[in-house]
């Protein structure tokens, strides 16, 4: 339990730093035109919504490494607020949030899987 509150953290200070490059990357899909609904200029609303691609980037990837069957109910929960989010705001592209979620976890598998190929067996 402790554990996955400390990877949630480090969800948020990872979404936090990687706000603004996955905030570009997403305008390039979805451009921002002048101000949103909360009053943020443009750079605010790539900001914030490249929070929410990187939360879900790093939500799926973090807890993917630490092992999935034992953390898939914190993913589920986690990835929730966003998915409302992106289904109220912005639904024709949600499929933005879906496919780096998935990379997310396929990168962390195979990072998984390196690693135990690598691992030096026990005598």
């Given at each position: 339990m402790q554990k996955n509150i400390?990877?949630?953290i480090l969800v948020l200070a990872l979404s936090f730093a990687g706000s603004s490059y996955f905030g570009v990357l997403y305008n390039h899909f979805s451009p921002q035109r002048g101000s949103s609904f909360w009053g943020l200029d443009t750079e605010g609303a790539i900001s914030f919504?490249?929070?929410l691609v990187a939360y879900v980037f790093f939500t799926t990837f973090i807890f993917g490494l630490s092992g999935f069957r034992k953390n898939?109910?914190?993913i589920i929960v986690l990835l929730i607020p966003p998915a409302l989010l992106w289904i109220g705001a912005d639904p024709a592209h949600i499929y933005?949030?879906?496919?780096l979620g998935l990379i997310g976890f396929g990168v962390?598998?195979?990072?998984?899987?390196v690693v135990s190929k690598f691992k030096r067996?026990?005598?």
């Open positions: 400390l990877f949630f919504i490249g929070f898939k109910n914190w933005i949030p879906i496919i962390s598998k195979i990072i998984s899987l067996p026990t005598i």
